[in-house]
């Protein structure tokens, strides 16, 4: 046999077995009705968090005018950057637990007599308070975010809180006003969001709900700010499914709140009871369906926790905000177990699309979230080492997502085919549309199977689109993730696997993918 007949019968019989191998796409039908929006998706849906925990603040936006890290004012410029391109909307500060042991008076007058105190919630390290109320502040305006402040009530009193916001609101010649300007800001600030104290059921007080809704009351009554700068009010919800909690409070106190907080972590034990998280590296498959299956329940607790609110507030009125959310693995090994910090991979980045595909979802009630944390904490967007830096496949998920902020959500309908391994099962395709800000259409489709493609088959009720514009995030492991020495191995890409036919639009999405596009 000739050697040329031979060589195309090799690679005719390579490219059958490839083919061969490669796993026939699921099939899914997705349906976007265009011609009835829905609410607007608030631009909060997609907000930060940032608490005196680890290496959040200090090394990681925080390093000091004399760092040799280059900075400006001592915000370190790479994140800087990273955080602007990401539009961060609102940011959440400074805490979480430490919020109520933090005493706003010793974050502010000059940096090198401001006490140092033990921070006994995260790792018992010395809490130098280099970064307090003016260096929030500044930050925010930087970025460009609103502000949302978390007050002291577990060992805090109202006056304390009743005289913060007076420091940082007031345009009087009063005492505290004064204070302010001696510090070395004259024009007041805006507190565009004030939580009354953080997870009270647990560090923030040890309350039951009765108790914390009537000390609710009484710090929602003493913050007191200029007219046209009145901060949203926000009374502190359950962990979860606590919606006794819910019930409790939404019926004592919800003439005085503005929005109501719900915090929820994907955890692969699925409860804070089971102390075993799991890596955030060295994990199966069935580590991964999991993880999954635990972050797709927040969908029924938003509803169950809306349904309660809607007794009580059937007009909506009242916000509901996500103001934890995110991954919780265990440490990395080797560092500190109360800095919480973990790696971020691919894994994190489907969890990241299916949260807020499901937050998009419920726009007519939830109108604020927050991630847990911003930098170098448990679900991260950025990761710091000294003068290294990098951002993580949620970060990039984020990113991806700019153009949901304050778009017209569109209903759809799906239907999609079960990822199942063993007894577990989640749906394989994961999609939300919504009208963006420039009349374009924008899709988010995220396929949960680590291991097949999926075809999802788009029609638009209401409207035509001929273009598209898209990019995927997509790796081949499961594990997946930047380091410091390979920052750039799972980033976005242009998406090409979207294509018109007839009055449809087919989307090949690659296995354990989210995928994110302009539709014009």
Known sequence: MPKKILLAIVAALSCAAHAASKPEPVSAQLTIRADQPGPTIDANLYGQFMEHLGRNVYEGIWVGEDSKIPNTHGYRNDVLAALKKLQVPVLRWPGGCFADEYHWRDGIGPRDKRPHRVNTYWGGVIEPNTFGTHEFFELAEMLGAKTYLAVNVGSGTVQETSDWVEYITSPSESTLAKERRANGRDKPWKIDYIGVGNEPWGCG??????????????????????????????????????????????????????????????LPSGSFEKPKKGPALTFTEADWIITLKYTLDIDEMVKKHSAIMDKYDPQKRVGLYVDE????????????????????????????????????????????????????????????????????????????????????????????????????????????????????????????????????????????????????????????????????????????????????????????????????
């Open 205 to 266: 007080g040890d309350m039951n709900p009765d108790y914390y809704a009537s000390e609710y009351k009484k710090y929602a009554l003493n913050i007191k700010t200029p007219r046209e700068s009145r901060p949203i009010k926000v009374a502190s919800g359950p962990y979860g499914d606590g919606y006794e909690w819910t019930e409790t409070v939404m019926k004592n106190a919800v003439k005085q709140m503005d929005a109501y907080s719900l915090h929820y972590y994907t």
């Open 325 to 520: 959310w995110g991954t919780w693995y265990d440490v990395e090994p080797g560092t500190n177990p109360g800095f919480l910090f973990q790696q971020n991979t691919m894994r994190d980045a489907v969890v990241a699309g299916l949260n807020l595909n499901t937050f998009q979802k419920h726009a007519d009630r939830v109108r604020m979230t927050n991630i847990a944390q911003m930098i170098n904490v448990l679900q991260a967007m950025v990761l710091t080492d000294k003068e290294k830096m990098l951002v993580t496949p949620t970060y990039h998920v984020f990113e991806m997502y700019k153009p949901f902020q304050n778009s017209t959500f569109l209903p759809s309908e799906l239907t999609a085919p079960e990822y199942r391994l063993g007894e577990v099962a989640v749906p394989s395709v994961s999609a939300s549309a919504a009208r963006a800000k420039d009349g374009s259409l924008v899709l988010s489709l995220v396929n949960t199977d680590p291991n097949k493609p999926a075809r999802v088959t788009v029609k638009i009720q209401g409207a035509v689109a001929k273009k598209i514009n898209a990019r995927v995030l997509t790796t081949d492991a499961m594990n997946a993730h930047n380091t410091f020495d390979s920052p750039e191995a799972v980033k976005p890409a242009a998406f090409n696997g979207g294509k018109l036919k007839g009055d449809s639009w087919v989307f090949d999405l690659p296995s354990k993918s989210v995928v994110v596009a302009t539709l014009n």
